[in-house]
């Protein structure tokens, strides 16, 4: 017999409720907030305009189906299913701190806060939840297929990101380093950089383009299920024995950037999470690529 289908709520915790755990009562927090010039009211009205958005959307959940919920502190110790339907209740962010955690699972975005949101991952609102969920529990159910990138280090260390993986020092300073195709069309160049940066379509509304946009680069960047990837190098310094000819360029399904070290450290971390790095020693190697996974966003 096959389980029921469970919703999975992912959330994260409010600006309000972290003031309330760090400052007390309300009162201090508000306290807290008037000497910054910000006024707590705004602040109490986007966390229940949340509050109720995760009532609204828990109440549109079948009766026959199971449901829990998760916040995003605790995505690392979930185990998610195969039959789980992944509703992240917030801002667009959450879906990409949600997406590594997934194979396959279809992911339904609400924003609780619309106006405030771009919405390019949180793309419906707490009354559509039900209609969703039946569309995400029907066989071949539509979904965009979001690329991902990937990268593997010669240990077999694995990170997955939605939008984007940086690689470079801890402090963002100064990064020695050799980066190639990870083939032979072409020897790998020693750079030294603030650190590389390798993202989706999806990332490209964000960081990547900041990137793109600052450097006036002539590449087309890729959408969101578009089977290729951008890459930029941050600020790459010439010198007698370090080069700037191969700061930025396309990857397709079957090619790959590989980044060897050449300084004492350096980490990747995916869609801005530095806690969640990979750590990498002189003479180690990272692959980056497209994931074989994607995003199925609803």
């Known amino acids: 017999m096959s389980l029921a289908p469970r919703a999975v709520l992912v ?17 201090q927090a508000a306290f807290f907030l008037g000497g910054r010039g910000r006024s707590i009211g705004e602040v109490v009205e986007r966390h229940e305009r949340t509050r109720r958005a995760l009532v609204d959307v828990a109440a549109a959940v079948p009766l026959q189906w199971r449901q829990t919920t998760v916040e995003r502190a605790d995505l690392d110790r979930f185990l998610f299913g195969p039959e789980d339907v992944v509703v992240v209740v917030g801002q667009d ?8 955690y997934l194979s396959g699972q279809p992911v339904v975005g609400i924003d609780t806060d619309p106006g405030r949101n771009p919405g390019v991952l949180v793309r419906h609102r707490p009354a559509d939840t039900s209609k969703l969920l039946a569309h995400a529990a029907s066989p071949g159910a539509a979904a965009d297929e979001l690329t991902m990138v ?35 069309t072409a020897p790998a160049e020693p750079q030294a950089s603030s650190g590389v940066l390798v993202g989706t379509g999806t990332g490209a509304t964000g960081w990547l383009r900041s990137l793109w946009q ?15 990837l951008a890459w930029f190098v941050r ?16 990857l397709t399904r079957t090619q790959k950037l590989r980044l060897t070290v050449e300084s004492d450290s350096l980490i990747a971390f995916g869609d801005g999470i530095e806690s969640d790095a990979l750590r990498l020693t002189w003479g180690q190697s990272v692959r980056v690529g497209i994931c074989a996974d994607s995003l199925r966003l609803l």
Request: glycine share 10%; proline share 9%; aromatic share 6%.
């Open 214 to 228: 600052q450097r006036s680069s002539t590449l087309a960047l890729p959408g969101p299920t578009s089977p290729q």
């Open 150 to 184: 990937e990268a593997v280090a010669d240990d077999t260390q694995r990170l997955l990101a939605l939008n984007e993986i940086y690689l470079g020092p801890p402090g963002h300073q100064t990064a020695r380093y050799r980066l190639g195709p990870d083939d032979d």
């Open 11 to 27: 959330h994260r915790t409010t600006e309000y409720a972290e003031l309330l755990a760090r400052h007390g009562t309300h009162g």
């Open 235 to 250: 600020e790459a310094w010439p010198s007698p024995v370090t080069g700037t000819s191969y700061v930025e360029g396309l």
């Open 93 to 100: 962010g959450l879906v990409a701190n949600v997406a590594k």
